[in-house]
Every structure is written in C-alpha cells, then in structure tokens.
C-alpha cells in the first residue's frame, strides 16, 4: 500500500502564477486539488478580453496545464464547482465546458457568486486524481510494499497512460 500522505506544492510555467499566498494545485494521497483559476493570461498575467466565452476557455486551459504539470489530465478530474459572477450565464459557460469534458464528465457545482478576483466573470476549481498509480514514479515519496510495476494504490484497480 502507498503512503503518499505528504503534501506536494505545484508550480507550473504553462499557467498563470498565484496571485496570493497559496498554491496553484497540491497532491496528495494520488489525488489533484487544484485553487480556482480565473481567466489569467498565463503569459501575461492579465485577464482575457472577450467577455465570459473568452474567460471560460482561458480558465479551461489554465486548469488543463495545471493539471497536466501535476501528472494528471482533464479526463481524470472527479469535481469541479463552478462560481459564476451571473447565474444568467450558466448556458455559454456551460457549452464551453462541455467541449472540454465531452465524454465522462466530473461532477459539478455551479453557483452564482457576488464577486471574483480581477472583476473575474468565471472562476473554476477541481479535484482530479492522478493519471497513474505507479509507487514512486509520481514524485510524491511512495513508501510502498508491493513490487515495481503493480498497481499497489487501494481504490485504483486500472493503470493509466
């Protein structure tokens, strides 16, 4: 069995950088939880221009690159919530979030919020797993007792690529 119960902080160069004092994403026990992301240019550190599709796509591939640096994907993601400044604009958000989980989507929370960092119209967070549960090869200090190639972790009876 695995003991990856140390936290391990995400950095990542390929989304935006925290705008206070937290992490972007931290692991722990094989799974990903990341912070809200709003629609941060990532090169820039700006919001994106073009209302609410625009912001919606920006946080999408924000939490994509989060996801990707900590050893996962969009396709292993458990949870999202959702805070929308307008409750009115769940349907483009959620057009726009569909082409991004089209097949096996996470369960989802979506609520109406009075404010977002930056004057934000959309923030996102999500809980994923690991994309593999190989002992060690994560970087998260496995100590484990089971041989190199198993799938050791109790709850993840299928390896993934």
Do not use: W
């Not at 972007?24 to 094989?30: E, G, L, R, S």
């Not at 999408?60 to 409750?87: C, P, Q, R, W, Y």
């Not at 593999?132 to 198993?150: S, T």
């Not at 799938?151 to 993934?160: E, L």
């Amino acid at each position: 069995m695995c003991d990856c119960t140390e936290k391990k902080v995400i950095l990542t160069e390929k989304g935006p950088k925290a705008i206070g004092p937290y992490s972007v994403a931290t692991v722990v026990n094989h799974f990903v939880y990341t912070s809200g992301q709003i629609g941060l240019n990532p090169e820039t550190g700006s919001m994106v221009e073009g209302g609410l599709e625009a912001e919606t796509r920006q946080v999408l591939d924000n939490l994509k690159a989060i996801l990707e640096e900590s050893g996962t994907s969009l396709e292993n993601v458990m949870k999202t919530t959702v805070f929308l400044k307008d409750i009115n604009d769940f349907a483009k958000m959620n057009a726009i979030y569909g082409e991004y989980f089209s097949e096996n989507p996470p369960a989802r929370s979506a609520i109406q919020v009075a404010a977002l960092p930056k004057g934000a119209l959309i923030e996102i967070e999500a809980v994923a797993v690991l994309a593999y549960c190989e002992c060690c090869e994560n970087g998260c200090g496995c100590v484990c007792d089971c041989e190199e190639g198993d799938d050791c972790c109790s709850g993840h009876s299928d390896k993934q690529n």
